[in-house]
């Protein structure tokens, strides 16, 4: 985290990018949560609308029922199908700030390892190969904009959806959401096993990519 530290000033740089990217992630997550409760009232307005259609069976206020029943539908559909609209739309003005927001700093980062190059003096350049100083500004950099763009994205999606579920399965029925979350805490622990595994097979796949690209640029260069 303190070698994340330094990227802090390109969050500062581009903060009225990034403020708005957390506000539609928080937006698009309550459009999310928003289709279960409809649904939930739709299933009780069947189980309501069949009960009196059988009560008035007979009777000319059944076929009343029947079409408000059939409106009710019509219009939780609709209801269900707008949310997931505007649920996507705000997810695409996510990624429009957030992501592009990650290109933006990439761009700069590349910047600034090139300048930085210009700055050393030859002997450097004699020390170290030229494909893995193409590779820092290119693959490296690259995995920091991972880390900028989508990392960030779906930590901010994940804790906000997660609090908004949590929240929304323990006003329904407290025991059963206790039972439903019970294994988070063992599928933690594996993940962060996983997550182990990946970041060290990471690591050699972008020291492979450092000599891939010197292998490259000396073959190319001979």
Do not use: C
Not at 19 to 43: D, M, T, W
Not at 66 to 74: A, D, E, I, K, N
Not at 179 to 189: E, F, G, R
């Amino acid at each position: 985290m303190k070698d994340l530290a330094y990227l802090n000033k390109y969050f500062y740089k581009y903060r009225w990018k990034l403020v708005p990217g957390v506000i539609f992630v928080i937006i698009s997550n309550y459009f999310g949560v928003l289709p279960a409760k409809v649904i939930r009232e739709a299933f009780d307005l069947v189980q309501e609308n069949i009960y009196l259609y059988r009560l008035f069976d007979g009777f000319e206020r059944q076929d009343l029922i029947y079409q408000v029943f059939g409106t009710s539908l019509l219009f939780f559909g609709f209801v269900v199908l707008l949310l997931s609209l505007l649920r996507g739309i705000f997810l695409f003005f996510m990624r429009q700030t957030i992501i592009l927001t990650s290109r933006y700093i990439e761009y700069d980062l590349k910047n600034e390892i090139y300048n930085h190059y210009q700055e050393l003096n030859f002997g450097f350049f004699r020390k170290n190969n030229t494909g893995d100083l193409m590779s820092r500004a290119t693959e490296d950099v690259n995995q920091v904009r991972n880390y900028l763009g989508p990392a960030i994205m779906y930590a901010i999606n994940t804790v906000v959806l997660s609090i908004m579920v949590i929240y929304a399965m323990y006003s329904v029925n407290g025991r059963l959401a206790t039972y439903a979350l019970a294994p988070i805490p063992i599928l933690s622990i594996i993940i962060l096993f996983v997550n182990k595994i990946i970041n060290k097979r990471s690591l050699k796949i972008q020291k492979q990519l450092a000599n891939l690209s010197s292998f490259v640029q000396e073959t190319f260069a001979g």
